[in-house]
């Protein structure tokens, strides 16, 4: 999106395997951007029409597709009655579309240091860049960068998520809700080559306590016949409120999109570029 204002961009990442993006499930429902739990964490520069615009930019940078989901309740009055949600999105190669960033520098950051021209960005080998304006979107390891540069450190904590990816014969065709409770659901999601990847809330309510067997039960129930393939882990980046800020001149700290994240992503990288006072995107 910066590209598209014509600045010259790069992004320097270390890869880590347990990072939140890499890990999320590339999903989007419009149902997490209201209620309760959105309250809490919203912004005060966010509207509803944010998240009309990530639909928008995702779809057209991310080939994000709008497909619905089935919602299948395992409790309750309504036990059984599959009912559809229209307001679902998913991304098919979120990997690919991570990895298809083409000015990226494979390197850890271990210090900023503000120099006259802007910021430079430091390894444990020496300067790996310079550069006038610099965002820190570092996840759960925000805080390890700006103790290390001297910059105010913010509150965000790690939330670990986890999922499986199976391999049935009749893969799915479009995401799967299966409400357990109240407080707990578990997604079936079609992946790339013919997986389906299974992801639940990991909030630790009395039926969850994030256990792994709880995910692959789930799976034996509705898909007996399916092969186990692999496990993944991430840390999703929890602030008390999506943290979108200007840190020192020049420089924005964002995180904390916990577990919708991705679907915020373009309205925050709209903000951050206004902070940074580099233009203003449609
Ligand atoms: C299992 C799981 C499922 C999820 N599903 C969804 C979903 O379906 N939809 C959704 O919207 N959200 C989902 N999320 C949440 C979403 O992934 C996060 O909210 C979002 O990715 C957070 O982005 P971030 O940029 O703040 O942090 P991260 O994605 O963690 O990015 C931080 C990056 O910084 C790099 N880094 C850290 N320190 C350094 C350093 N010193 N030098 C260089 N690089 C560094 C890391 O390698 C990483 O690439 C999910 C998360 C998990 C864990």
Redesign the pocket.
């Given at each position: 999106m910066a590209k598209e204002l014509g600045l010259e961009v790069a992004v320097?990442?270390?890869?880590?395997k347990k990072?939140?993006?890499?890990?999320?499930?590339?999903?989007?429902s419009t149902s997490w951007f209201s209620g309760k739990f959105f309250s809490k964490i919203q912004p005060n520069w966010w509207d509803s029409k944010c998240f009309d615009y990530g639909v928008e930019i995702l779809t057209e940078f991310a080939k994000l597709r709008k497909v619905g989901e089935d919602v299948l309740p395992f409790y309750g009055e309504n036990i059984g009655k599959k009912r559809f949600n229209s307001k679902v999105w998913i991304l098919d190669d979120l990997i690919g579309f991570l990895d298809s960033y083409s000015n990226k520098i494979d390197?850890?950051?271990?210090r900023l240091e503000k120099i006259p021209t802007g910021w430079k960005l430091l390894s444990t080998g020496g300067e790996i860049a310079r550069s006038k304006k610099v965002l820190i979107?570092?996840?759960?390891?925000s805080n390890?960068?700006l103790e290390a540069s001297g910059i105010c450190p913010i509150v965000v904590d790690p939330l670990p998520?986890?999922?499986v990816f199976i391999r049935d014969k009749k893969p799915i065709t479009r995401p799967l809700r299966v409400l357990r409770s109240p407080y707990q659901h578990i997604t079936f999601r079609p992946w790339i080559n013919g997986l389906m990847r299974v992801?639940d809330t990991v909030e630790a309510t009395e039926l969850s306590q994030s256990k792994l067997d709880v995910l692959t039960g789930e799976s034996d129930r509705m898909f007996p016949f399916a092969k186990l393939e692999k496990v993944i882990y991430?840390?999703?980046?929890v602030t008390p409120k999506v943290y979108v800020e200007k840190a020192a001149e020049g420089l924005v700290v964002?995180?904390?999109?916990?577990?919708?994240?991705?679907?915020?992503s373009p309205a925050v990288a709209k903000r951050v570029l206004a902070l940074l006072g580099l233009g203003e995107l449609k």
């Open positions: 320097i990442d270390d890869g880590k990072s939140g993006s890499r890990n999320a499930a590339g999903l989007l390197g850890k950051v271990v979107a570092a996840g759960v390891w390890q960068l998520g986890r999922a992801g991430g840390f999703r980046p964002a995180t904390g999109g916990h577990r919708i994240g991705f679907g915020m």
